[in-house]
């Protein structure tokens, strides 16, 4: 009877275990199963998506591609088709007949005229080849907006990956804290250890605990701050895939030299726009030049005045015409010169642009250099440091659980290991995200 009971009481054990679990993963269920999970890539699309600026640039893109197309198409003779039905009351002059008349008439006309230009200075040529670079130039404007959105969410993607670490570390050393507490209160009933013990490990779980809170603010600020960027409602539950961050090694990448472009898009696109900018003058120097244009045309007309069929009225009536015409430029109250000189100017500004821009990515990747290095060898020696930290911890927490050390060497030891493990962390991220702006923009 007593081994029904033992057997009994076992079952019942087990079934709370089981039926906790059960509780636990239904939980999980809940909590994570309507939570949306992104990779580091899904957040950069979905920001491209969602930023207004990106949108703007590809209207732009569009209206800059018409605009070429407009261009090209000036090659194309004009067609012009009119045709004309006019009522005359009193005297007027018959088209049809050229006899001055005053009677009621109607009067029927068309004419179709085609004319093409010759000759214009280059003016077409020149506006056609400015708007093609400006559309070209429009491509790696939208390629430099792609990577600076790219690089900000990678960023904040590794600082949101980096705090949750972080509150994981805290978490886990303030459990420990806490269960420390537990014991020291135990053996001070027993009048092991003073009162000052512990108040010592008290005041080092509010340490934790404000350190804890400091890391969930962040997390959430920069939740919140994703959020905007990706246009996500604020109410909306999101997850994370960290699972190739977590096994990318910083390593691997401090001992590799990548080879890069020499431009950058945002040069490309500055040195498309000083091309453009070049057919711009050869644009306002062409209207100095005459304009020559050669085209021809027919016109008909008929009235209702004479008795003869429409039909035959229009063929008696048909006047053909074939013409040269020269427009010779000869004032244009100095126009020309000023736009000249306008479009000079700006050529200049976009030369100096570029040196800039050339200036500002020389010395930036001589500054990325100097810091991947000192990254590099901290990060080495933070990898040392956190292993040897460790050992001390692990025996610290042993010798002072046997009362061989007290409980500032315990601490002293502790908290060593804390903060080289959540500085190891921090560079980690740093470390990463360097490796992304260096593959796309160094």
Sequence with gaps: ??????????????LLVLTIAC??????????GQSNIYTLEQCIEMAKQANPNIKANKINQEILKLNYQAA????????????????????????ATNVLSNFSSQVYSGSLYSEIEVFNGGRIYHTAEQNRLLYEASGFENK???MQIGLEITQLYYKIYTTKQLILNNQTQLN????????????????IVSKKDELSIATDISAKELKLLKATGDYNIYIKTLKAKLNIEDTTDIAFNFDNLSAENPERFLFVKYIKDSLSPQIKSLA?????????????????????????????????????????????NLSKIAFFNLKIPVFNKNLNNINIKRQQLYTQFIQYKMENMKYTIKNSESTERAELESMKNTYLKYQEQLAL??????????????????????????????????????????ILYKKVLWEKYL
Aim: charged residues 20%; proline residues 2%; hydrophobic residues 40%.
């Design 72 to 95: 090209k198409n000036e090659y194309l003779p004009t067609v012009e088709a009119n045709i004309r039905r006019s009522y005359n009351w009193g005297l007027f002059i018959d088209p």
């Design 23 to 32: 509780f636990m993963f239904l939980c999980h269920l809940n909590i994570y």
């Design 144 to 146: 430099a907006l792609d």
């Design 1 to 14: 009877m007593k081994k029904t009971k033992v057997y009994i009481s076992f079952l019942s054990k087990q």
């Design 272 to 316: 498309f726009q000083l091309e453009a900018n070049q057919h711009a003058i050869k644009v306002a120097q062409s209207a100095k030049y005459p304009i020559l244009s050669i085209g021809g045309g027919f016109t008909t007309r008929s009235s209702n005045l004479i008795q003869t069929e429409l039909n035959t009225q229009f063929s008696n």
């Design 176 to 191: 420990r804290s806490r269960i420390l507490l537990t014991k020291v209160q135990k053996q001070m009933a027993l009048g």
């Design 389 to 430: 930290y460790k050992q001390q911890y692990e025996l610290a927490e042993k010798a002072f659980e046997l009362g061989t050390i007290n409980f500032y060497e315990y601490q002293f030891s502790k908290n060593n290991y804390i903060d080289i493990q959540n500085q190891a962390a921090v560079l980690r991220c740093e």
